[in-house]
């Protein structure tokens, strides 16, 4: 009987969209039956599915009440967890290491440690890139993590108890909101701090000057959401036009500074409150890490089958890989639906890898866009091949494409839950929703 030692070691590094997916799905399939070991390693005790993050900084999704423990999680879906950021690779020792953990007041508790691999999947998603525009790093709040979102969240609060405190009339950007890229994130951001605002006032803060709360976008290509469709594009700005939300495309910013914006084409914009959205890149720690290939902004370069071009032992997915599309010269979109997609192929390949079998290659598909402004409205555009339209995208609005929208963060939640506890959950959130406020208030 083979003992653990004998067993093929799979690391994981980092429990996101990917990642953790990949683990319960392995863990369920490999380690249960005890034909593999696995272990994810993440450098933050809970999950929170990234793409809620702009709702735990508007505040109208609490952080503390949809995250999950990853030992838990790990307990239920036969995996290890273990607490570290990783920093440093040894492929000729098949080893990884993460750096000394440390608390709140820089105190080491775990000291840096080496685990031993022998299929490693980096999962480690991205952050945001400022491409070294002065100014970013020091004025604007970024939301990569949890951490930074509940930040911008006590940011914009106090900010609010500020105003609305005030005896004095207000500086000219004191309440504008600037947001630096009209990309999904920065888009939807900015739809749930107009109704972030409308509830402060419902709220209580009703003396808040409502009138000088003023959110603007930035974006340097000629419209909002470049990267998608035209018409969604086009759709969204109509109903962000309805909330008063401005929209600056086609400006390049070209400095940020405590008072705002400055862009090539109208100069300063005033914001106090600037948030970067624009653009991502791998975490720096990525680049060319013990002569793996990669590219401009940290990604791992990978093949179809998501193993990295100079060694078939290490796997990348989501958004840290630089992953060829199959029909197009682009590389897959980082987004949720492609990590999702991709470590659900990553458990057959892994199979394969240790029964010696050839592993399967990666194809994008594209199921749409969807956008979600707050409590307004969805719109989305849904692609041929999941309505069974061949001719092309369907646009859909409301209700049915917030049913959509909200079904890849259940179809997460069940890949990591389980279907009985996340109907459970539904059904508890659902009845429990007219008792609690609608937004975290402090
Ligand atoms: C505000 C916002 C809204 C979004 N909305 C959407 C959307 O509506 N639809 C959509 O498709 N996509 C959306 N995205 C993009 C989507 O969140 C990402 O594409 C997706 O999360 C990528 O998944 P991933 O597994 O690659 O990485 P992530 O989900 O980012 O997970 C990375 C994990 O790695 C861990 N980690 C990082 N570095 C280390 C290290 N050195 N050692 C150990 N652990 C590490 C992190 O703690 C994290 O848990 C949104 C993103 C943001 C920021």
């Known amino acids: 009987m083979s003992t653990q030692k004998d067993l093929h070691h799979i690391i994981i590094i980092g429990g996101g969209a990917g990642g953790l997916e990949l683990a319960a799905r392995l863990g369920n399939k490999l380690g249960k039956k005890k034909k593999a070991l696995i272990t994810l390693i993440d450098c933050t005790l809970t999950h929170l599915w990234k793409p809620l993050l702009h709702e735990v900084a508007a505040g109208t999704l609490n952080s503390y009440e949809d995250e999950l423990s990853y030992l838990a999680l790990a307990h239920k879906n036969h995996f290890t967890f273990r607490l570290g950021r990783m920093d440093t690779l040894n492929r000729n020792k098949q080893e990884i290491s993460t750096a000394p953990t440390l608390d709140n007041n820089g105190n080491e508790y775990i000291p840096s440690r080496t685990f031993k691999y022998d299929t490693l999947v980096f999962a480690v998603g991205s952050q945001t890139n400022d491409f070294g525009i002065k100014g970013v790093k020091e004025h604007c709040m970024y939301l990569d993590t949890r951490t930074e979102a509940d930040l911008f969240h006590q940011h914009f609060f106090r900010n609010a108890y500020t105003a609305h405190a005030q005896t004095v009339p207000l500086r000219e950007g004191q309440l504008k909101i600037a947001i630096a890229g009209a990309g999904a994130t920065g888009v939807e951001l900015s739809a749930e701090l107009h109704q972030a605002v409308n509830q402060l006032v419902e709220f209580g803060l009703d003396d808040l000057p409502v009138d000088d709360v003023k959110i603007s976008i930035l974006e340097a290509a000629e419209r909002i959401l470049p990267a998608l469709p ?66 401009r902004i940290n990604q791992l370069v990978v093949k179809e089958t998501l193993e990295t071009t100079h060694d078939d032992n290490i796997f990348a997915l989501g958004d840290c890989a630089a992953c060829p599309m199959q029909v197009t010269d682009d590389n897959v979109p980082p987004r949720a639906q492609a990590a999702h997609q991709q470590a659900d192929m990553l458990v057959k390949s892994i199979r394969n890898r240790i029964n010696n079998k050839p592993l399967p290659t990666y194809n994008y598909v594209d199921y749409g866009s969807l956008i979600n402004l707050s409590r307004y409205t969805t719109i989305g555009n849904m692609m041929g091949n999941l309505i069974g339209n061949k001719a092309g995208s369907v646009m859909i609005e409301g209700l049915l494409a917030r049913f959509v929208y909200m079904s890849l963060y259940k179809m997460h939640q069940v890949v990591i839950q389980g279907v009985i506890r996340v109907t ?19």
């Open 424 to 442: 459970l959950t539904t059904i508890a959130n659902f009845l429990t929703q007219k008792t609690k406020p609608r937004m975290k208030l402090h």
């Open 230 to 295: 035209s018409g969604l594009s086009d759709k969204t700005a109509k109903a962000l036009a309805k909330i008063d939300v401005e929209i600056l495309a086609g400006q390049r910013i070209t400095e940020a500074t405590a008072e705002g914006f400055i862009t090539d084409k109208v100069g300063l914009v005033p914001a106090e409150i600037k948030v970067w959205a624009a653009g991502i890149k791998a975490p720096d720690f990525l680049a060319r890490i013990d002569g793996l290939e990669s590219n």
